[in-house]
């Protein structure tokens, strides 16, 4: 079964708008991690923001902001002002705390700025 | 601090031909990880290591097999390369669990681009 479901391949959206990208996750765990990545095309693979299950806030790293919804179990990335270099494919990706050391990783989502 | 190092960064085998890909951390991580990644799949992992002394198979370890050096190093083995093998290869470390207000976030490596003929 999936652990992470990404169901957006691609996405565009206008230069200095707001974009979600979309995260479901399947956990019977209550204990859990939430991250999110961003691939540019060069291909590295670059941490942009955390979320844990026990945390009451939605996280916020700068222009990125997490939606986490956790009855829904969906953990929604928000690039606020979305800029030029923000086009790239993003990783949703979650590790059980409890039940060993694994990160499952979602198929991603290409996201192209417009200009 | 260099972080996630990986090497090389770009290989060409041909089939039956053996090869090792290099990682090294330094940010004193228990947890190392190798995955692949293959266009429309997203990353698969291919074996991982929790903490030093011990590996364990992933969701795609035939093919390969893994060495956990020492804390620092962790090295992927292709015995007998194969066309399907063709990938980039990543290797990653974490903190081993978590620990309470921290995140155990994961660190990527640059990636090898490997392509077999």
């Known amino acids: 079964a999936q652990k992470i479901t990404q169901t957006q391949p691609g996405m565009f959206v206008q230069e200095k708008e707001a974009v979600t990208l979309d995260c479901t996750y399947d956990t019977s765990d209550q204990s859990y991690g939430l991250f999110w990545y961003k691939q540019p095309s060069s291909g590295e693979m670059i941490f942009l923001i955390y979320?844990?299950?026990?945390?009451?806030q939605n996280a916020t790293e700068g222009r990125y902001s997490l939606n986490f919804q956790k009855a829904r179990k969906s953990a929604n990335l928000v690039i606020s002002a979305s800029q030029l270099g923000d086009s790239a494919m993003y990783f949703c990706a979650m590790r059980d705390h409890n039940t060993g050391n694994q990160f499952y990783f979602g198929t991603g989502t290409s996201l192209t700025v417009i200009p | 601090n260099a972080g996630v190092t990986q090497t090389p960064k770009f290989q060409v085998l041909k089939t039956g031909q053996s090869m090792t890909l290099q990682c090294a951390q330094d940010m004193n991580h228990n947890s190392m990880y190798w995955y692949r990644q293959d266009p429309g799949m997203g990353l698969r992992l291919i074996y991982y290591?929790?903490?030093?002394?011990?590996?364990d198979k992933g969701e795609v370890p035939n093919g390969y097999n893994v060495s956990r050096l020492n804390k620092r190093e962790f090295s992927l083995r292709l015995e007998s390369a194969a066309p399907s093998q063709t990938s980039v290869y990543f290797c990653?470390?974490?903190?081993?669990?978590?620990?309470?207000?921290?995140?155990?976030?994961?660190?990527f490596g640059p990636g090898t681009r490997l392509t077999v003929l």
């Open positions: 990653a470390s974490s903190e081993e669990a978590y620990r309470g207000s921290k995140p155990d976030t994961q660190y």
């Open positions: 979320q844990g299950s026990y945390d009451e």
């Open positions: 290591s929790a903490s030093e002394g011990t590996t």
